[in-house]
């Protein structure tokens, strides 16, 4: 989500963390224990570590397709490839790249393996994003909503508004629900601050049991926890927020 984006980028400009957005590296090299990358348009930038994390691709070639009669990997919702009784996961399908993905793919491969009639459903997959402040993210972002559906509402919990924030001293971030429809169902949910990819799995549960956002608003949580953002962006979808911080 691209305000969550923002969030993301203040924090760690906060933090006087340098970054190059929109930047290609043109090259890199290692020299004496330090990695040197070069920037088109940008000067070279030095640091004692480079992660390259540039994405990844299908990769099936020297799996022997061409032996069962196929040329490409791809899947029906059982993870059946086009050759009867031969199935894929992970990868090389080429759907969610993550490793829990995966691991639920093999399940219901297995499963239709043995006999069973189980499909797998990519809709309510979580997204983790183990930086700090953590980054989660379920359903569609605000914008992929909004060209979707003509009724979108949106609500927002700061971090900060929390008892439990500040005892944790970790103040930073948001709850973001986007719901859709006068029946408030749930489009999609986004969470910047602390224990980010713990929390998203309520709100992943919720979409995958068809909530709407009277369903959250109707949950009590404990206090003092950070699971009552959840609850407190959905009251503020409807117009119902009381806790909300005003603004001066």
């Known amino acids: 989500d691209e305000e969550i984006s923002q969030t993301f980028i203040r924090e760690l400009k906060k933090r006087q963390v340098t970054l190059y957005i ?4 043109a090259s890199l090299a290692i020299n004496d224990g330090m990695a040197y990358a070069r920037l088109e348009g940008e000067k070279e930038v030095s640091a004692d570590i480079a992660i390259v994390a540039a994405g990844r691709k299908r990769n099936f070639n ?3 397709l061409e032996r069962i009669g196929l040329s490409d990997v791809q ?3 059982k993870m059946e490839t086009a050759a009867e009784g031969i199935y894929a996961v992970g990868d090389v399908v080429g ?4 490793a829990h993905v995966a691991s639920r793919e093999g399940i219901v491969a297995m499963e239709n393996a043995l006999g069973h009639n189980v499909n797998m459903d990519y809709r309510f997959v979580p997204s983790a994003t183990f930086t700090d402040p953590e980054v989660a993210s379920v359903g569609l972002n605000e914008k992929q909503a909004r060209k979707e559906h003509e009724e979108v509402n949106v609500g927002k919990f700061p971090f900060r508004a929390l008892s439990k924030s500040h005892i944790l001293d970790d103040i930073a971030g948001e709850v973001k629900i986007i719901s859709g429809g006068k029946d408030g ?3 999609g949910a986004h969470i910047i601050g602390p224990h980010a990819t713990e929390l998203i799995h309520e709100l992943s549960t919720a979409m995958a049991l068809g909530a709407r956002l ?3 608003t109707g949950m009590i ?3 003092p926890t ?5 609850t407190e962006a959905a009251s503020a979808a409807q117009g119902l927020a009381i806790h909300l911080p005003k603004r001066k």
Do not use: F
């Open 226 to 230: 950070l699971s009552e953002a959840l």
């Open 75 to 77: 899947v029906n919702k």
């Open 185 to 187: 169902k749930i489009l």
């Open 22 to 25: 929109g930047t290609k590296v």
């Open 214 to 216: 009277r369903d959250l």
């Open 62 to 64: 020297g799996l022997g």
């Open 95 to 98: 759907k969610k790249m993550l």
């Open 221 to 223: 949580h404990a206090h």
